[in-house]
């Protein structure tokens, strides 16, 4: 199969696409993701394979309002409030399903994720295709999230019909997922809409902790955003340093990605260093491209460890399972 990249004027041909039973890849403001008909089993078991993800994590619905959403779900209240304050924008709220939704989008659960991305071409390509889109991320899986088309292309040439080319994604890292389909709000993935945002519309919201069974949200129970070579974190740039000599002297061409302030001491004591801006936002922006940048021409990456507030929390969520969890 030829995959075809396009930008605005191919999102007619692939809504065609879409209504046919394929499957397409699209920009949204958190990462890329690739589409289905959420409706077409056939057509969102085609993401399974493309993939290569297990059946047992399930997947994002994406729509453009509130009145689509009802279609696929019972929107709350609470749900209402949300969607109103955050949305279109980068969170996904759980909620009961309606029977509509096919069990394969779904992982056999009762409950299915909306999202409404504000990506203007992921909007558009919505309106078009004039279903509902189930989307996980457009990568294969255990990836790092793709964050522009050609990312996308690197992973599922030859393997989906098309990719919508929206240039690089705004936000960076996947949509905070939250669950209000049981009796108190939960974040199941954490991202750039944090718990105190979500605070101000709604009580007793939580961070997810505890052991999975099935998957409620990505990573939870599988490795997920790892880049293709070793990845480990620091705190303090002493740290870094060290685990760089130490790499170098067993034959590694480490890299280090870390925040202007860092990059700049490494720099000027001669270590490889990418900046990723000057703040957390900018950080959460570029860490997944740089990432997978890096782990085309280094073999060993270092990355600075974040703190715990704010976006910072989501961003270290992915660091975390990126490094599984080694700080040096
Ligand atoms: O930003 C994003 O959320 C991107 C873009 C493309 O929208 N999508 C994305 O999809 O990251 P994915 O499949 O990589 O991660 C979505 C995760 C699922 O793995 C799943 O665990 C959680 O959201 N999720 C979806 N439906 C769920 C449900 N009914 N109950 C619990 N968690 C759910
Ligand atoms: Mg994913």
């Given at each position: 199969m030829v995959t075809k990249i396009g930008k605005e004027e191919i999102i007619k041909e692939c809504a065609e696409l879409i209504k046919k039973g394929e499957i397409v890849a699209f920009p949204t403001e958190t990462v890329y993701g690739l589409g289905a008909n959420a409706l077409d089993e056939n057509a969102v078991k085609k993401i399974f394979v493309a993939k290569n993800r297990p059946s047992d994590n399930p997947f994002i619905v994406h729509v453009n309002t509130i009145e689509d959403a009802e279609k696929v779900a019972f929107v709350t209240e609470d749900a209402k409030k949300i969607f109103e304050k955050?949305?279109?924008?980068?969170i996904t709220v759980v909620l009961k399903k309606k029977?509509?939704?096919?069990d394969c989008v779904t992982a056999g659960l009762d409950t299915v994720g909306i999202r409404m991305p504000s990506h203007r071409l992921a909007q558009e390509f919505l309106r078009e295709c004039g279903v509902p889109i189930a989307a996980p991320s457009a990568n294969v899986s255990k990836k790092v999230s793709p964050t522009e088309a050609q990312f996308v292309y690197d992973d599922l040439n030859g393997k989906i019909p098309a990719i919508i080319d929206g240039g690089r994604?705004?936000?960076?890292i996947e949509s905070t997922v939250i669950s209000l389909a049981g009796d108190r709000p939960i974040i199941l993935r954490p991202g750039a809409i944090t718990k105190e945002m979500l605070e101000e519309h709604i009580t007793g919201v939580s961070n997810f902790s505890g052991k999975v069974d099935v998957a409620p949200a990505p990573g939870m129970k599988y490795v997920h955003y790892s880049p293709i070579v070793p990845c480990v974190l620091y705190r303090t740039t002493n740290g870094a340093m060290t685990e760089y000599d130490l790499r170098q002297a067993e034959g590694k061409n480490p890299i280090i990605l870390a925040e202007s302030e860092d990059c700049k001491i490494f720099n000027s004591k001669g270590y490889n260093c990418v900046d990723l801006g000057k703040d957390s936002n900018q950080f959460m922006h570029e860490i997944f491209a740089k990432l997978r940048i890096c782990e085309k021409k280094y073999d060993y990456i270092i990355v600075q460890a974040l703190g715990n507030e704010g976006v910072e929390y989501g961003i270290m969520n992915r660091l975390l399972k990126s490094s599984g969890g080694v700080i040096v």
């Amino acid at each position: 199969m030829v995959t075809k990249i396009g930008k605005e004027e191919i999102i007619k041909e692939c809504a065609e696409l879409i209504k046919k039973g394929e499957i397409v890849a699209f920009p949204t403001e958190t990462v890329y993701g690739l589409g289905a008909n959420a409706l077409d089993e056939n057509a969102v078991k085609k993401i399974f394979v493309a993939k290569n993800r297990p059946s047992d994590n399930p997947f994002i619905v994406h729509v453009n309002t509130i009145e689509d959403a009802e279609k696929v779900a019972f929107v709350t209240e609470d749900a209402k409030k949300i969607f109103e304050k955050f949305s279109p924008g980068p969170i996904t709220v759980v909620l009961k399903k309606k029977p509509i939704v096919p069990d394969c989008v779904t992982a056999g659960l009762d409950t299915v994720g909306i999202r409404m991305p504000s990506h203007r071409l992921a909007q558009e390509f919505l309106r078009e295709c004039g279903v509902p889109i189930a989307a996980p991320s457009a990568n294969v899986s255990k990836k790092v999230s793709p964050t522009e088309a050609q990312f996308v292309y690197d992973d599922l040439n030859g393997k989906i019909p098309a990719i919508i080319d929206g240039g690089r994604c705004d936000v960076g890292i996947e949509s905070t997922v939250i669950s209000l389909a049981g009796d108190r709000p939960i974040i199941l993935r954490p991202g750039a809409i944090t718990k105190e945002m979500l605070e101000e519309h709604i009580t007793g919201v939580s961070n997810f902790s505890g052991k999975v069974d099935v998957a409620p949200a990505p990573g939870m129970k599988y490795v997920h955003y790892s880049p293709i070579v070793p990845c480990v974190l620091y705190r303090t740039t002493n740290g870094a340093m060290t685990e760089y000599d130490l790499r170098q002297a067993e034959g590694k061409n480490p890299i280090i990605l870390a925040e202007s302030e860092d990059c700049k001491i490494f720099n000027s004591k001669g270590y490889n260093c990418v900046d990723l801006g000057k703040d957390s936002n900018q950080f959460m922006h570029e860490i997944f491209a740089k990432l997978r940048i890096c782990e085309k021409k280094y073999d060993y990456i270092i990355v600075q460890a974040l703190g715990n507030e704010g976006v910072e929390y989501g961003i270290m969520n992915r660091l975390l399972k990126s490094s599984g969890g080694v700080i040096v």
